[in-house]
């Protein structure tokens, strides 16, 4: 059975690998993303097209985001 909640009230998800999946059976409203929005700089656009997301490392997180790859796009 799946858990129930007030709806009137926002849930904010973080299991992990299962953040998205979380959002689009609606068991979250919200998901937290921690290390990995700071390991994938293009997290959304990563979201939207079901991409595999970077792996965090945690030594780069105060260096700079120019240390994780970027997917290539073609939007402009």
């Given at each position: 059975m799946a858990p129930t909640r007030d709806?009137?009230?926002?849930?904010?998800?973080?299991?992990?690998?299962?953040?998205?999946?979380?959002?689009d059976s609606r068991l979250a409203d919200?998901?937290?993303a921690g290390a990995t929005a700071l390991a994938t700089p293009d997290?959304?656009?990563?979201?939207?097209t079901g991409a595999p997301l970077n792996e965090p490392d945690p030594p780069t997180f105060h260096g700079g985001y120019t240390?994780?790859?970027?997917?290539?796009t073609t939007e402009s």
């Open positions: 709806s009137s009230t926002a849930l904010i998800g973080d299991r992990g690998g299962t953040r998205f999946a979380d959002l919200a998901v937290s997290l959304p656009h990563r979201a939207r240390d994780y790859r970027i997917l290539p």
